[in-house]
């Protein structure tokens, strides 16, 4: 989530490299430099066993990860904009690695690859962005330094909210864009001159990120063009906003796709038997007997107590595919597991199609009949008995009603229960991922729709949440407090002076900037594969969102902290003024990359009309001009899932992906031109 390259030298000779009197703590104007204390390794699925060969660390070495990093604390202000807090500062983690540095660590770099972290602890991204790592040896370049920054309010970068006044006020995309470009400015400072005689001239500079990260790569490049020279925007969702227009169902019909021979399901059957099988739930929920049917076909470890537990059912078992979506990767990983799932857990190579093959491509004789994108239409199942008379569903909209109460014995005489059997093992992909479940439950299976708490209806954006999260409107910010160094939590300390810590910057982000992506706010409208439709029958952006210009409440920041706005725009129309929405007029430079399998894609930068949506097929270019002179593109990956471009290559890796890479190499090495 790489193209074939040459290895590096051993690793033993670039470790060797990195001692602490590196220039490099000069350059950064750290606070504190100090090689990172290796922990017992941790299992993570990045690539196959035959990738894990190819290291570009060399030949029998293990893939990088943050065992290879430097680490360091840049001492950064806490506020760039303004005389408030003018003086506070916060260490700010780095992570770098001079290994292709083949003049050593104190040279100057002929290029520096510059991670703009975003929504976790860095070292998610050192551990999984292999473009990085395995760039220096494809670009025949003699002198690289990777450079992975951790975004504010993540990780070990925390800042001193404890006696700040209004501290959440300072986690905004604006400040952490600002952060990234004082360390590259710190970094140029403290680089040797040139040898080329023109001692002024910057190293090239490149970020890369991506998802929240890659939307920071790409807003990096526009808003301080100076500071680096382009950007590779993995799985961008920038024009994810109210005013872009995005389709609110976009993220949906994009997971729809894996489950389709054009996502590489072995046929369009595993969708459509998903689409029947909801209705067929619900219409079988209806009884007692039913109930209890499903219970037992699902392997509950509570009963069914009612028809809305049988809807909880539907939901918590189809929430769980647009994380499989993001996952979707030609090689086991535990990049999404990792990120909102139970832990380090690998998921299969190709989950949604192990999902699909677990019994949802078989011919069960079950057939939707009526207009599936006016959410009409009828589910009948084929009785598989002599002189069985079938199943009969009605679905009009949200509604499913059965032709009859049907009992037990008639539904068994069906091909329902092996229909309903391979719901379950699909859903056992990411549920049981971790193989100890006996028994299963929705509160019991960790999702990005679980373990995110919403920020509001309008404003449950993150690249880690589904549709099924605008159930919860609250308005508390998804952050962690902690408690102050007295113990106390909360407390009055009177105009604004938080007295806690916190940890998390998505839900700062989100409040304060009104980041506010709506591409997965409807599903099951008539494009999919989802049922009962989550929005009203004839719903437009303003019956979600409210009226455009109509502000709502603002987040409560939670006990001892304070600084959030009292109201939010869920129309974001800030951050459409100040990117510029969907124009890329005055920005060159950049490379947006959309992974068609991954449900963030309807929410990424494609050439006007261009976007594959409703289709599920796409037949255009692979490279779209965004820009009339080119140097804006996108990249279209028809079998990617969440930023796959990005990831360690691997024997796997479908053709878009290695085609993918080749441009995004080819790119960065202009750049650096």
Known sequence: RRLHVEHGRPVTMRLSSLGAATTLAVALSVSAQQQHVPRAPRRFGRASKLTAARSP???S???PSTQNCTWSNYTQVVDHFSRGNQGATFSQRLCTYAGFMADGADARPDLVLFYTGNESPVDEYINNTGLMWEAPAALGLENVLLVFAEHRFEGESLLPTVGM??????????QALADYATIISSLQAGFPASTTGASSSKVPVVAVGGSYGGMLAGWLRMKYPSAVVGAIAGSAPIWGFPLTDVPLDSSAVATTRSFTATGGAGSDRCADNLLAAWSVMDAIGTSDEGRAFLQSTFKLCSPLKDHAAVKELIQGVSGVFFDLSEANYPFESTYITSAVGPGYYPLPAWP??????SGLESDHEVTIEGDKASV???VNAAPSVEGGEGVQVEVEWDSAKGAKAYTVDEIEATAIPALLDGVREAWAVWCNVTGELQCFGTSSCTTGASGHTPISPQRAGSPRGTAETLEAAETEAPQRTLVTGDGEAAGEAGDNVCTATTIGS???????DDLYLVNYMAQGVGNDMYWPP????????ESVLGPNGELQAGCNAGAGLYGYPETSDPWAHWLDTFFGGKSMDSASNIIFSNGLLDPWSGAGVYAEGSAPYPELAYTGPTVQNITADGSVQALILDLGAHHLDLMFMDDNDPECA????????AAIKKWAA
């Open 61 to 63: 070495v293990a893939l």
């Open 376 to 378: 009409s239409y009828t």
């Open 165 to 174: 006044e209004n501290c959440m006020a300072y986690g905004t995309v604006e």
């Open 352 to 357: 949604l199609r192990v999902a699909c093959a």
């Open 57 to 59: 660390l060399g030949g």
């Open 534 to 541: 989550n929005q009203a029958e004839g719903f437009t952006m």
């Open 658 to 665: 290695i085609f993918a890479r080749e441009v995004e190499l």
């Open 506 to 512: 998505w839900g700062p982000v989100c409040c304060n």
